[in-house]
């Protein structure tokens, strides 16, 4: 807490030569477990965190830009800080470069830790396209630095999102693992009115494998969403302690405002085997700047245990 004090002081301090932007989260939750075997018994914890986002940009131009990020239950725990600057800037073509601890992902491939950064992000017309080439120290003797790459493209109703990580280390006549997104948005396309419609697939591939196990992991889904009630389906690759592929399905209304309600399901594939069944439920409202949050979570998996939750969160 004494650090945090410290940085706020200072960041007070330059607020007369610079740009300083303050957002973030806070929650707290108390928990009650419930598991029935091998007998029945009832747990309560009481858990707390937040998320602070700190940014300090100059005043002309917003040329350049420093980021901190304290994170968990424990402010004084740094997460993430880089700082940036931009090297050329017009309409058409942004380059910048981002040096500190930096993150990438794709829904299934992700990494994080210092790096420099290069990125180009390029408009034109309803094409946009955000490229980012990263450097790191591997502290390997044999590859003193590694190489990932971060594509994403945006054309009309299409996203597409590509994540090589390892380039350099894969090593001669290898290939680094991929992450690839892709979201359609359905309504756009087909001109629904009044309405959201789309669809996505995530994919987790190792082009070094061969057949089927190029794909380790991937989700295949659609969301909807029409007037007060939204929600979505998908069958997606074990996760966890899973055995089999799963189908789920969400929904939420939000007919009784100012309260949200809201609830999903995950089956197996396979119908009989319902032991890998996972069911949760929620409703949510907010007061003042308080947004409080019950929820219901069941997990057969994991010796049937039943988790009952009020969680109160605020953000800044």
């Known amino acids: 807490m004494r ?10 301090t330059v607020a007369a030569f610079a740009a300083v932007s303050i957002s973030g989260s806070a929650w707290a939750e108390l928990e ?20 602070v986002w700190l940014v300090l940009s100059g005043n002309v131009g917003q040329k350049t830009r420093f980021v901190v990020n304290f994170s968990s239950t424990s402010f ?13 800037k017009t309409d058409a ?6 040096l500190g601890r930096l993150s990438r992902r794709t829904h299934y491939v992700s990494k994080s830790g210092g790096a420099f950064a290069l990125d180009f992000d390029i408009a034109l017309g309803d094409l946009k396209d ?9 502290g390997s003797a044999t590859t003193l630095v590694d190489l990932d790459v971060w594509n994403r493209l945006n054309f009309t ?24 997104d892709a979201t359609i948005d359905l309504a756009k396309a087909l001109n629904i009115q009044g309405a959201k419609l789309s669809g996505y697939t995530y994919l987790k591939i190792d082009p070094n494998a061969t057949g089927l196990n190029m794909l380790p992991n991937y989700r295949f889904g659609v969301n909807f969403g029409i007037d007060k009630l939204s929600g979505g389906v998908w069958f997606r690759t074990p996760e966890g302690n899973e055995t089999s592929h799963m189908i789920g399905a969400s929904v939420e209304t939000t007919v009784l405002a100012p309260v949200t309600i809201g609830g999903g399901v995950t089956l197996p594939v396979n119908l009989s085997d319902f032991s890998q069944v996972k069911l949760n439920a929620y409703v949510t409202w907010t007061s003042e700047l308080l947004t409080h949050r019950i929820s219901l979570r069941f997990n057969e998996p994991s010796a049937t245990v039943t988790k009952v939750a009020w969680t109160v969160s605020v953000s800044f």
Not at 3 to 10: E, N
Not at 93 to 98: E, I
Not at 162 to 167: C, K, M, R
């Open 32 to 51: 009650v477990t419930f598991s029935a075997t091998p007998t029945t018994t009832a747990t309560p914890t009481i858990s707390s965190g937040g998320d």
């Open 130 to 138: 955000s490229l980012s080439v990263f450097v790191y120290p591997t």
């Open 3 to 12: 650090k945090l004090l410290v940085l706020l002081v200072a960041l007070v």
């Open 76 to 88: 004084g725990v740094v997460s993430s800080a880089f700082i940036e600057e931009n090297l050329y």
């Open 157 to 180: 109703f299409v996203t597409l999102t590509a994540f090589a990580s390892g380039v350099l280390s894969a090593g001669a006549g290898s290939f680094p693992l991929l992450g690839l």
């Open 93 to 98: 073509l942004s380059v910048k470069y981002r």
